[in-house]
């Protein structure tokens, strides 16, 4: 068997109709997987979004008060073009989010109010491939979704939950980690990848201030790029890869 055979990565599951999105920041779904998120919703799919913080130190020459709603909006706006239309923030402080009960907490209570079948997080692990360090806000929120998918169908873990009348969900089947270094499954991006794009650029006050280069340009460059480098590893087709952990 040959490394590229055994290297090939497998359709995403497709037998589920909600799926919750939880990550860090604003724009952390559209860098990775936002053409998926397109050609979901075109199925008919539910998806919403959770993110831990308002991305309000994410810009330099911005004052988190001011920062923090530009994002919100930059990132509503965002959903909107890959057809999502609940998009929730945790307020989380941006760049200090830690890992721990309160987060997993956090997270297992929108899991139990959106009752996914699918969750999707980014990349959980101290680096991007070994080549560059993560950040502790993906990290932890990462690898808290992966565990708070289990805290959601637990009654006696966070009972408050009960109390507030959010009952136990355990009808999360997978969490699909994307950005992940060792990817298992990929969706076709060639339907969502225009839209990808389009989502990304509204995040524009934040890549005007990351990057002096035109922002269409930017984006379309780099979603592309990485859609193609995985499309190598699915087909040919450009492509969203995602680590699927199974439940």
């Not at 509204?202 to 035109?214: F, P, V």
Request: a negative charge; glycine letters at 8%.
């Amino acid at each position: 068997m040959t490394d590229q055979l055994i290297t090939q990565l497998r359709p995403m599951p497709d037998d589920w109709q909600r799926a919750l999105a939880v990550v860090a920041h604003p724009d952390d779904l559209e860098y990775g997987c936002s053409a998926a998120v397109a050609a979901w919703t075109d199925q008919g799919r539910e998806i919403a979004y959770v993110l831990a913080s308002r991305g309000e130190a994410g810009i330099d020459t911005l004052e988190p008060a001011q920062c923090g709603p530009v994002r919100e909006r930059e990132q509503r706006a965002s959903a909107a073009v890959v057809g999502v239309s609940v998009v929730e923030f945790l307020d989380h402080r941006d760049g200090v989010i830690e890992y721990g009960t309160a987060l997993r907490r956090d997270i297992a209570a929108a899991i139990r109010r959106h009752r996914p079948e699918l969750v999707i997080t980014l990349n959980h692990r101290d680096t991007w491939g070994g080549v560059a360090w993560n950040t502790p806000d993906h990290v932890a929120v990462g690898h808290a979704t992966l565990d708070a998918a289990g805290d959601a169908g637990n009654r006696w873990i966070f009972p408050e939950l009960v109390e507030q009348g959010l009952e136990p969900w355990a009808g999360v089947r997978w969490v699909a980690v994307a950005g992940s270094s060792t990817p298992t499954h990929a969706v076709d991006a060639t339907p969502g990848l225009e839209r990808a794009v389009r989502s990304l650029l509204e995040h524009r006050t934040y890549i005007e201030a990351l990057t002096d280069e035109d922002p269409e340009t930017y984006a379309r460059g780099f979603l592309t790029k990485y859609a193609e480098a995985t499309g190598e590893r699915f087909g040919g087709r450009p492509a969203v890869a995602f680590e699927v952990f199974g439940r």
